[in-house]
Nanobody
Framework: QVQIVESGGGLVQPGGSLRLSCVVS???????MSWHRQAPGKERELVAS????????NYADSVKGRFTISRDVTKNVMFLQMNSLKSEDTAVYYCKLRYYWGQGTQVTVSS
């Protein structure tokens, strides 16, 4: 049974940083993964994705240069380093593997 657990969210001031983690269990093959987010009243959107080896990454234009996606394939853990956070980054952040989703972690950027 696949389980996905995100952590690392919280309240941060504009310009601050957070590091999200996503731990995956119940899979025997390393696969591509992605981070998504959903703000109140908006549709869920792709933030960043990473291939199985971590060799290729992609970002939404809104986070390029500020967010960095990475993974530890030995532990099946994925990360999202978020710097220079803005109020518009406020959302619930989700980890996705195939069609499996985690429960999400809340990120709130506010002074």
């Amino acid at each position: 049974q696949v389980q996905i657990v995100e952590s690392g969210g919280g309240l941060v001031q504009p310009g601050g940083s957070l590091r999200l983690s996503c731990v995956v269990s119940g899979v025997s093959v390393i696969e591509a993964m992605s981070w998504h987010r959903q703000a109140p009243g908006k549709e869920r959107e792709l933030v960043a994705s990473i291939t199985s080896t971590g060799a290729t990454v992609n970002y939404a234009d809104s986070v390029k240069g500020r967010f960095t996606i990475s993974r530890d394939v030995t532990k099946n853990v994925m990360f999202l380093q978020m710097n220079s956070l803005k109020s518009e980054d406020t959302a619930v952040y989700y980890c996705k593997l195939r069609y499996y989703w985690g429960q999400g972690t809340q990120v709130t950027v506010s002074s």
